[in-house]
């Protein structure tokens, strides 16, 4: 069986502990900025619906929501800086060379951090203290940082998927135009399947969190209300979201045909190219698969009839690793189609007269949606991102090149883990006691050592 | 004035505000730290929650700002500082993570046991933070980076002029911080609170001012080209600096807190001021010139719309937001 990250002998010693700190990093920040993305005009929504309807229940969750966002924006935006440091930590390679021209982007994205950061800050404590619609239009500059800021980080990922706005002459980076880096044609598609991504993942995760408290028998409006918002977004992003994908695919038959190939499990050219669903590369031939004739063909280039290109057209030294991207590709796939059935079912039901949030079985599913949603996320990037190996710069920047050279970085990346497990169970063992307090019918959450808790 | 100069200027205004406003965020962290135990410190943990819960998110994104600028303008001198200094960058990190992340889980934490714990962890890293900052702004200004970033990983940064730099910058921020935190607790009539914030204040500033002396000596032989702009060109500044520290000083002696803010705000972005002057035209010093480490002219046109449009988009909001948390409705009760 073929290594799944093969590591060659002339390997820049920090290549292995650096591809899996940015991995770690990058898959625990991108969950993260899928709040900082979406969570704002969802509370938005129901905030807004609080005050349009003078709704209490619509204000307690949206009051509710914003004090669970402090807790996620904070730790976004220091796992956000994290990656800040790491491009530079781990990749000198990539930000010496190819700094000046992939940096626009990220300065563009700085400013919409700044916007966003400044809103919250204003949103967060303006409660009972501005005007209630001046309060509630502080959430719009931070739905539309969230927009500008995904949009900018998303082209330099296309860009490293697309490369423009440079020339190489005797291999020195000459003829920068950091507007076509920003406008690169790859982006828009690309920005849109991970912005509808946002969305799912937050709808699905908050709509879970209701989900599993009816199962508990919390049947209430407040319940009710806040699982539905959610599930709207969610909804309407999950239909979305395979025509985005399936468009964004058709791009990579001409783009970056390898990585198609292992999205595919396409060993060798086929025309018309069958669908191969699970199945793994063993020894270099494809097993245990389920074949739909011709639907890879479809998939992958928009016709029953044109052909799939194989791996064994690409010098081995251009091969990505196979297994890992083919997965990662199929979970993704799957839970998509899942997730957009399962909102169809919904909503017909609906139409037809039955509520499906009473629905034990229902609930059930809709409990592991959110983090189902989660999975596919992360999944579509690692299929991205280790389909475009062993490029960092697709054809321009091997990743090997790409690396520092540091000998010590294993023991940064078992920092980055601690630190990682760390917070993540504080921000568990602290959203979780946030929603016993609110059972308990505790609504300000005083912090513990403030003037009104001394005693306690 | 050429393209880079405009750039590095525009860069170095980052790290000033970044030092201002994140600094004073930093410094929160040793009174924090010093606040004794849960019941007797509550009153001052509080008010660090409530001074700087709103704005440490939009100070802090200073650091992006520097660090992104940085990169796109000045991309092979970034990476080489990355490289020969990894250890203090990923330790400054390590500080900027934990503290973040700690200061939000302990407003929320469900139990004194829990806040104990987060609040340990965001005092203690909002000291580590600033140190390594400070350390590295000393290995570049004494010019220990490289221009091929091939410096050692520890004896780069292991130097005087970085560990003074260390804890200078801990000191400054604490300084900074204190005068702010007592000019709060004052403000929001908790007399008791400033009288004693104002002491330590006044003992922090003391302690830094000593440590800036006894480090001239060994940083002047450590780090030549640095002194020699220090005393030369931007003398002015360094006196400015010394005049404002003082300035504040006896201003929170006097209990003039209000005042007492201004002069120390002068006192750090002065000597900030002073450090980037000294060091001009290096952008690592005795390596790479502000010209030759520049990227392409291109780039940075861009980087200057984008700078524009922080003006335009980004200062109007933080003032907007700075105003907001001043204003009497938003004062701690
Ligand atoms: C909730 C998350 C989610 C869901 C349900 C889907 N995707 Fe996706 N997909 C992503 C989240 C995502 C992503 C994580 O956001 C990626 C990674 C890079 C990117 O731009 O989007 C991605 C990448 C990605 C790529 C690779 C693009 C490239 O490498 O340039 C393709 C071809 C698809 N997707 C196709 C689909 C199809 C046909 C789906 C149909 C069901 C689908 N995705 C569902
Ligand atoms: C598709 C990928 C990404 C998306 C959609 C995204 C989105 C976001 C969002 C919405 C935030 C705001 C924080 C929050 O509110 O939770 C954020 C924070 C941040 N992100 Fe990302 N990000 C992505 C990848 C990256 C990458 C690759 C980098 C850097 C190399 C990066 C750097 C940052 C930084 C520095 C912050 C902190 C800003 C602050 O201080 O507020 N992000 N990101
Ligand atoms: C716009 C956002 C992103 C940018 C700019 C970006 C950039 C990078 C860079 C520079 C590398 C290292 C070079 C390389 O290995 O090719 C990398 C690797 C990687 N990234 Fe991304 N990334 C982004 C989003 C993400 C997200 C959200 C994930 C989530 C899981 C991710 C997963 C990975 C993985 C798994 C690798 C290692 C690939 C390997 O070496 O096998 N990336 N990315």
Redesign the pocket.
Known sequence: MTPLLPVMAADPAGLLPAREQMALS?GW??V??????AFPAMIFVMHRRAIVRSDPVALGLARRWSKV?AV?????????????F??GLLWPGLMGPFGDVLGFP?AL??LS??V??IF?GIYLYGWDRLPPRLHLLMLLP?AA??VV??YC??S??AWMNMPTGFRMVNGQVTDVDPWAVLFNSGTLLQFAH??VG?FMVVGFVVAAVYAAGMLRGRRDEHHRLGFTVPFVFATVAALLQPVVGHVLGIRLGQTQPSKLAAFELATTTEQPAPLRLGGLLVDGEPRWFLEIPKWGSFIARGSFGKPVRGLDTFPVADQPPVNITHVAFQVMIGIGSLLALAVVVFWLARWRGRDLRDNRWFLRFAVIAGPLAVVALECG?IATEVGRQPWTVWHVLRTTDAATDNPGLWWSYAGACVVYVGMTSGAWVVLRSMARRWRAGEEDLPSPYGPQRQDA | MTLPVLVAAALFAGVIAYGLFGGADFGTGFFDLTAGSSTRGAELRTLVDHSIGPVW?AN??W??FV??TWWTAFPTTFAAATKTLFVPFLLALLGIVLRGAAFAFRKYSGTLAQARLFGAVFAGSSLIAPFFFGTIAGAIASGRVPADGNGDLWASWLTPTSLFGGVIAVGTCSFLAGVFLTADADRSGHPELASTLRRRTLAVGLATGAVVFAALVPITRDATTLSDGLTGRAAPLVVISGLAGAATLVLVFMRRFSPARLSALVAVATVLLGWGVAQYPWMLVDEVTIDDGAGADATLVALLVAVGLAVVLVLPALAYLFRLTQSERWTLR
Do not use: P, Y
């Open positions: 990058l920040h991108i993260l900025a899928c709040f900082g993305v966002s996620l924006f904070a730790i976004g935006a220091v796992s956000g800086t994290v990656l800040s790491e491009m990220f994205e700085g951090f700044f966003e950061a919250l931070m940082a969230g800021g995904t980080v998303v330099v990922n991970m912005w946002a990037w | 998110e802090h994104v650091l992006i660090l992104v």
